[in-house]
């Protein structure tokens, strides 16, 4: 990096008094160079952004056009008639607050039991040597390895001779015991922040008294809050988002979470398109097919918005905490 | 005296980190190993609903030689998961990576493009990029806006082209899916020292330099936490359809014995994948250690 600039140097000679000029002249080329390095990065790091936030500003602006800004190709982002029309059309249409109740309760039931369960045996792993220990280690990370269709049917038969489909139990059952939805690598999470942490901590604990359970609860837990903050906002997310399970165990429309309703919502909606394009094919009429896109991304945005106001509050926290929590892993 | 004590103190340590992951134990029976053998069980049997319960009768490996010459969506599936996998796992991988190295710079703004980093994750997942991926939202503007199709048509082939636009719009994909790798590239980053960059520029090595001695060697480990990762994830992604195939097949035409056996397939494969790449790391993480 320094090369060119160093040859400069010595071909500008600096112990000249007299090069005052060349001087000046070097730190305006470094400082240039620096300017058009963070120009370039500032870009690259802008533009990527740009892919990142284009979902979320697509759904945004189509959720608030009309069907006819939807056709109309003058109309890009900016809708010509702005309307909430959408939003409380598919409130309704996708049955928003008892979908909303499911989810939060799936999601947030869920990511509650597996902080609990997934930190403790978290702990187990990270601060006790036992025989075995080795072995178990390498069961969580198979665990974390077999996809979760693989095993689908012995457990829909399993739950439902508990009569456990159509209730939350499914999910938070295996939560419970640091299963469930990606369990395993909340298990890894917790293994790798218990390992950072200092052992004088618990050795202090043990000479006044307490016990492995009091130091770990009293202790040790309440230090965890990173790893949780992370394990939290994952679990909650995948939960939320997921539609594997929930149509699995879920199959009555009063227990459908907001993914469920949503898929469902959209598969009368193209139903409905067909039909209609269908019947202005039979009449010979040229009809535009009818776009019910502003509707689904309206529906969209009603599914995401409690996650996204979850995540605007502890973003601010979350990358910090990862860092901490050594996700990493070794 | 002594000697028992310590034995003692041994022995409870022994108890007590069992105790922890008891809680794990029991699952682990009653949610992965009981229902995982249950279902190569299943796999060799045809299960007919009858009104009392699950009838079985025993076809022994009657379902696997099925997938492979009845089924004919089977195949082509598997290979279309297997051809996503490899050309994405890749390119996640070095995506993840450079966006971690470059949200690594102290800059101004560095916390909000990190949280915009990361934003794919809770949008563009299960069910909500299913709707997204239908609604057309994946693919950039750029490449159907300003007649740029047309524009490029006059230089290339159609017949390139639509594959290379293709290819373009799944690196939309590839880059919504990065948001966790990016993350524990971030944290690996965050764990080296910056003395050794300090030592190794008064050295006089490159930037280039440091980054293929210094870097690559200690996040060599991440590397392979997030390869894991993402074939994992890769193979139980909401759009993945060998996995839409197999729900189909069980819950519309309740045809449990040949999911089951699916699933096994699918399982076997997802392992020999995993192997292939645990092998290939060993190699490359031995050399590293052996540098060091």
């Known amino acids: ?330 | 005296m002594n000697k028992k004590l310590r034995l003692s103190i041994r022995t409870r340590h022994i108890v007590e980190g069992y105790s922890f992951i008891s809680l794990w134990i029991f699952g682990f029976f009653l949610f992965l190993a009981v229902p995982l053998g249950r279902s190569f069980y299943y796999s060799l049997q045809t299960l007919e609903p009858s009104p009392d319960g699950l009838k079985a009768t025993y076809v022994g490996l009657l379902h696997y030689r099925s997938a492979f010459t009845t089924d004919v969506h089977f195949l082509p599936l598997m290979q279309q998961t297997m051809t996503t996998m490899l050309t994405q796992v890749p390119l996640i991988l070095i995506f993840s990576m450079l966006s971690a190295l470059m949200l690594n710079r102290h800059g101004i703004g560095r916390g909000l493009f990190r949280s915009i980093f990361f934003l794919p994750v809770i949008i563009a997942s299960g069910a909500v990029l299913r709707e997204l991926l239908e609604q057309g939202a994946a693919r950039l503007p750029i490449f159907v806006q300003d007649g740029l199709y047309m524009k490029l048509m006059t230089f290339i082939p159609e017949a390139i082209l639509e594959p290379l636009l293709e290819y373009a719009d799944s690196l939309t994909l590839v880059m919504w899916d990065s948001g966790v790798q990016i993350l524990i590239f971030l944290a690996g980053l965050q764990t080296i020292s910056p003395i050794l960059y300090e030592a190794a520029h008064m050295d006089g090595a490159t930037k280039w330099e440091a980054f293929w001695k210094i870097t690559f060697p200690m996040i060599m480990p991440m590397i392979l936490v997030n390869t894991l990762f993402s074939i994992v994830n890769s193979f139980t992604k909401a759009d993945n359809q060998i996995m839409n195939h197999l729900m189909n097949v069980v819950f519309r035409s309740n045809n449990y014995g040949y999911g089951s056996a699916m699933g096994w397939l699918y399982f076997i494969f997802v392992f020999i994948v995993l192997g292939v790449v645990f092998f290939l790391f060993r190699r490359s993480m031995s050399a590293a250690e052996g540098r060091a």
């Open chain 1, 1 to 330: 990096m320094n090369a060119p600039g160093f040859a400069l140097l010595k071909k500008l000679n600096l112990n000249d008094p007299s090069s005052e000029g060349a001087r000046w002249q070097i730190t305006v080329m470094k400082r240039s160079r620096s300017i058009i390095g963070s120009l370039f990065y500032y870009l690259v790091l802008l533009s990527l952004s740009f892919v990142f936030v284009y979902p979320l500003l697509f759904m945004i602006s189509r959720s608030l056009m009309q069907p006819q800004d939807v056709a109309d190709a003058t109309v890009q982002w900016v809708p010509k008639s702005f309307s909430l029309e959408n939003y409380s059309i598919v409130l309704d249409a996708i049955h928003y607050w008892p979908g909303l109740a499911n989810s939060a309760i799936t999601s947030f039931g869920s990511a509650a039991l597996q902080i609990m369960s997934c930190s403790v045996v978290g702990y187990g792993f990270a601060r006790f040597q036992f025989p075995g220990r080795d072995l178990w280690l390498a069961l969580v990370v198979f665990t974390f390895l077999v996809p979760p269709q693989t095993i689908v049917v012995p457990l829909f038969i399993f739950f439902s001779d508990l009569n456990w489909i159509n209730t939350h139990l499914p999910f938070v059952v295996p939560s419970l015991f640091g299963h469930g939805l990606k369990g395993a690598l909340f298990v890894l999470i917790f293994i790798q922040f218990y390992r950072r942490l200092p052992h004088v901590l618990e050795e202090a604990a043990r000479i006044d008294g307490a016990g492995a359970f009091r130091t770990y609860w009293q202790i040790m837990f309440p230090l965890a809050r990173p790893a949780m903050l992370v394990v939290f906002l994952f679990s909650v997310v995948w939960h939320w988002n997921d539609t594997f399970e929930p149509t699995t165990y879920l199959l009555v429309p009063e227990f459908f979470n907001l993914a469920q309703n949503l898929a469902v919502f959209n598969g009368v909606a193209n139903q409905n398109i067909d039909q209609v394009a269908q019947a202005a094919q039979a009449s010979g009429a040229i009809v535009q097919a009818p776009t019910l896109m502003n509707q689904i991304m309206a529906g969209v945005m009603l599914t995401i918005a409690p996650i996204l106001l979850l995540y605007l509050f502890v973003q601010r926290y979350f990358v910090e905490s990862i860092e901490q929590s050594g996700i990493a892993g070794e």
